[in-house]
């Protein structure tokens, strides 16, 4: 059973560009969470989506936002990119909205500057 | 507001050498608390949901346990490849998963 894919694996942008970022959850999830992880913050909660709806919301601006298709890929945008959004991008999937048994891809590493 | 500490940042262990790591959280409406394993270069790996205090789960060297306040991983003669970052995440009634720093854990031979 293929795992959760996230594309692209390393990215650089330079500030007040914007980025598009990729998830394929496993085949029957339907839903798609993301996170950002850095040292210092750690693994925070960016948005959860199921069938094509944001369910949740984590406290980012709105330059962070996503979308999910009817096929459950998700892809997740950051417009007007800031040298503080350097981070591991983390998508997980799940069965189910709210389903705290999360499978995560491997993460997007960006770099902004 | 939810919060979930986690005890010590890191931790250095020799093989054989059990320990416990520590996740205290504050949170109203806990619906679960999940523990992940994270390996250098790699997204989270699920590892124990915990629902109600008292509960426990086992999984060959690692032993989950949950009160009110707080959970333990139990790590039971470490090897190696026990190495990596432990995390601990509680869900609130708003359904994410909110994360604690991890704790960085090395086993040594």
């Known amino acids: 059973k293929a795992g959760v894919t996230q594309t692209p694996r390393y990215l650089i942008k330079t500030r007040g560009q914007q980025v598009t970022l990729s998830c394929s959850p496993i085949s029957g999830h339907r839903s798609v969470s993301w996170y950002q992880q850095t040292p210092g913050q750690g693994l925070q909660f960016l948005f959860e989506?199921?069938?094509?709806?944001?369910?949740n919301k984590g406290n980012f601006p709105g330059r962070f936002s996503g979308r999910q298709f009817s096929n459950s890929r998700s892809e997740m945008n950051v417009s007007t990119l800031e040298l503080g959004d350097s981070a591991l991008y983390l998508c997980?999937?799940?069965?189910?909205?709210?389903?705290?048994?999360?499978?995560f891809g491997q993460g997007t590493r960006l770099t902004v500057v | 507001e939810d919060q979930v500490t986690q005890s010590p940042e890191a931790l250095r262990l020799q093989e054989g050498e059990s320990s416990s790591l520590n996740c205290s959280y504050t949170?109203?409406?806990?619906?679960?608390l999940f523990w992940y394993r994270q390996d250098p270069g790699k997204g989270p790996e699920f590892l124990f949901t915990l629902y109600s205090a008292g509960e426990e789960k086992e999984k060959e060297r690692l032993k989950a346990t949950l009160t009110k306040k707080e959970s333990f991983l139990h790590i039971t003669a470490p090897k190696p490849e026990d190495s990596a970052t432990y995390l601990c995440a509680v869900q609130a009634d708003g359904y994410a998963l909110n994360f604690g720093k991890g704790t960085s854990l090395l086993v040594t031979p």
């Open positions: 997980a999937s799940s069965l189910s909205q709210g389903d705290g048994q999360a499978f």
């Open positions: 949170v109203s409406g806990l619906r679960g």
């Open positions: 989506y199921f069938s094509e709806t944001q369910r």
